[in-house]
């Protein structure tokens, strides 16, 4: 039974209160039932957010019967742990049936997972890592607003998740950007896992948002649905002080609201009731205890029929005239030149297609040029990467292309789980990382990443491009540009020269288009191969001429595409004779290791060596510091010849 609240009125009618205490009673069978049936879960929150939750679903923009509907609002449930109460409201507003999500809750291969997925119709995020959700709301309630869209986005959360710092990020972000249009709701209940707020790490809620600059209402009790409605919809109308700020409702609420031997039990944040238990806590709802039916009923193979299919939204993108470069530049340059170039042809008469985040590197990752192009679509999010990392995914899944550029160390190893997670809601996100590797140099070994290839592989729907020279980088950053998915670019700090043919021309020049999955060889050879990516290929260029010098006819093979990788490519190179890796990168987890798996996966016994980075560099020029793990030419020719 769904229920419509009309926000005209300024409180609830008697109809509607024991309208929407009939459905907290369904709602709160369906939570125990369904964590009973599962022997696990999290009913505690469930009944804790369960009166604000229905009510919140009776005000917003939203059609069960198409829960993409591009008007909706966006729920964003920060604490995806309360999944049966979510599921259960869901239910109730018609997404889909009771049985459905009764005999699937938690089974594998069901529609309804433990932590709220996008598989099931009405979830807008796959959430559990408590602290980021607040991030992705911002990055939606951002979205809309670049889209002139009134659409709102509310973000429920935690109390104790409040200890998460990423979320001071995005509080002081949406402040920043006046995000209106974002409602969050504090699930207040004063209870985590291990006890109490007060316990476990005390903080002042209300203080905290405060003086991030939003509006904060302060609830008494959460569970009066009438006085929740007529906070919610104040908040919603926009009928707070400062209109243009985001506000938060802490609302003052009972972990396992409603059963009376499980009120107030942080055991009950986690754990189900057992059969005994939950007969008991039916003769308090008032509800016939059919356990046993559900329970034969979960014997049947799952049903999957619910499940929801990625929809992906992404926009046309023009990638526009390649631009060549014939003297030395750097690869960022030619990023923010490809970007701004990008800018222009994509963002016109008004439309965004394109935006850019960068966190106090404005200049160093190139996003000047863009910023002054497209000065609605770049955020400036300040030393916030964790919460610009979550919030560009979120942007990029609204129809917008978002770019996240910082130094290699901050854009990966930084926020390794934040980018997990997007992965996960496979956004259209691209990270592009201006300074990796020892190319770095002089900031030394801090700032020197070297281990972002082994990291981005983890994940499963990240493409990893590591251009070789600024005119590959031109050409894979439109490729990133124009196709949909989450996509990381890497490169080094300094200027280098354009590879070039053996007639001289720009090796990537105006004819060159960068293939995913495909290498590129350089130079063809019958002596064996160097295979190679990124800062170093002018060393090993340098070395091939070297080889050349001495008689040795090698071939490179330039892997800039280093996921999905050119499997046929080092096939081919293992066949032809010895075969060297050459890279800025740990040694132990970049290009070497995956041609060692090829070459293995392919039972082929090619002579093999890998050259990569063998321990932390230090600060000084990064021709020493190649010199000194035997990455500059001279290291790869003495290397190159061991094999021979
Ligand atoms: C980053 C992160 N750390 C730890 C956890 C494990 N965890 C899940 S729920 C929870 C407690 C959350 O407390 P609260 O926000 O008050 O939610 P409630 O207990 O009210 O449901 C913890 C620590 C997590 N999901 N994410």
């Known amino acids: 039974m769904a229920l419509e609240l009309n926000l005209q009125n300024t409180e609830l009618t008697g109809d509607e209160i024991a309208k929407l205490a009939e459905m907290r009673r369904v709602c709160a069978r369906r939570i125990l039932l369904s964590t009973s049936l599962a022997a696990s879960g999290h009913p505690g929150g469930s009944l804790s957010t369960l009166d604000m939750l229905l009510v919140t679903y009776g005000c917003i923009k939203h059609d069960p019967k198409d829960s993409q509907w591009q008007g909706r609002d966006r729920v964003l449930m920060s604490i995806g742990h309360v999944s049966p109460g979510v599921y259960s409201v869901l239910a109730e507003n018609g997404y889909f049936t009771e ?23 009405g979830v807008e995020w796959d959430t559990g890592n408590l602290g980021q959700g607040l991030s992705t709301a911002v990055g939606m309630a951002q979205a809309f607003k670049m889209k002139g869209s009134d659409q709102k986005v509310i973000c429920y959360m935690g109390d104790g998740e409040q200890q998460k710092g990423q979320i001071a990020e995005a509080m002081r972000y949406a402040n920043k950007y006046n995000l209106g249009n974002l409602i969050v709701i504090v699930d207040r209940n004063h209870i985590q896992i291990c006890g109490t707020t ?50 938060m409702i802490e ?69 526009g005239e390649p631009i060549t470069y014939d003297s030395k530049t750097d690869c960022r340059s030619a990023y923010g030149n490809a970007l701004h170039s990008l800018a222009k042809d994509n963002n016109v008469g008004g439309a965004i297609k394109i935006a850019g985040i960068s966190c106090d590197l404005e200049g160093s990752v190139k996003m000047g040029d863009f910023h002054k192009h497209s000065p ?56 592009v990382a201006t300074h990796c590797g020892l190319d770095v140099g002089e900031d030394g070994p801090t700032h020197q990443g070297i281990d972002y290839i082994g990291l981005m592989r983890n994940y499963f ?92 006819d090698v071939g490179v093979l330039v892997m800039a595409s280093i996921a999905p990788v050119d499997r046929d490519a080092i096939v081919e190179a293992a066949q032809k004779g010895p075969v060297l890796t050459v890279e800025d ?60």
């Open 198 to 247: 007060e316990e476990v790490m005390d903080i002042d809620v209300t203080g905290l948002f405060e003086v991030s600059g939003w509006n904060v209402i302060k609830l008494d009790d959460g569970h009066d649905t009438n006085k929740f409605f007529q906070t919610f919809r104040k908040a919603y109308l926009g009928e707070v002080a400062k209109t243009d700020k985001p506000t």
């Open 251 to 319: 609302a003052r609420t009972v972990m396992a609201k409603g059963i009376s031997f499980m009120e107030n039990l942080s055991k009950y944040h986690g754990s189900p009731l057992n059969q005994e238990q939950l007969a008991e806590a039916f003769k308090e709802l008032g509800v016939d205890n059919d356990f046993d039916k559900w329970a034969e009923l979960r014997k049947a193979p799952v049903a999957t029929n619910t499940k929801m299919k990625n929809v992906v939204r992404y926009p046309d993108i023009v990638g």
């Open 99 to 121: 049985e459905d999500f009764l005999t699937g809750f938690r089974r594998a291969g069901s529609g309804f997972p433990g932590h709220v997925e996008r598989i099931v119709p």
């Open 461 to 552: 729907r990240f493409n990893v491009y590591i251009p070789a020279d600024p005119n590959q980088t031109d050409r894979v950053i439109r490729t990133a540009t124009v196709d949909s998915g989450n996509v990381f670019v890497g490169m080094g700090r300094s200027k280098m020269a354009p590879i070039l043919a053996e007639d001289g021309t720009p090796f990537f020049g105006n004819d060159y288009r960068f293939t995913p999955g495909k290498g590129d060889w350089v130079r063809s050879g019958k002596a064996g191969t160097i295979i190679t990516y990124g800062a170093v290929t002018p060393n090993v260029m340098e070395a091939w001429q070297g080889l050349k010098d001495e008689g040795h």
């Open 585 to 644: 990168h740990h040694v132990d987890t970049g290009l070497g290791a995956i041609v060692a798996t090829v070459i293995a996966d392919n039972g082929l016994a090619a002579t093999f060596k890998r050259l990569g980075v063998t321990r932390y560099g230090a600060s000084g020029k990064p021709a020493d510091l190649y010199a000194s793990q035997d990455l500059d030419s001279a290291g790869i020719v003495k290397t190159f010849k061991e094999m021979l």
């Open 376 to 431: 609605t679509a770049y955020f400036e999010a300040g030393i916030q990467e964790h919460h610009a990392a979550s919030m560009g995914a979120a942007i990029s899944r609204e129809e917008i292309a978002c770019f996240f550029s910082t130094f290699g160390v901050f854009a990966v190893s930084e926020v390794y789980n934040q980018n997990r997670i997007s992965d996960i809601n496979e956004t259209n996100f691209k990270v």
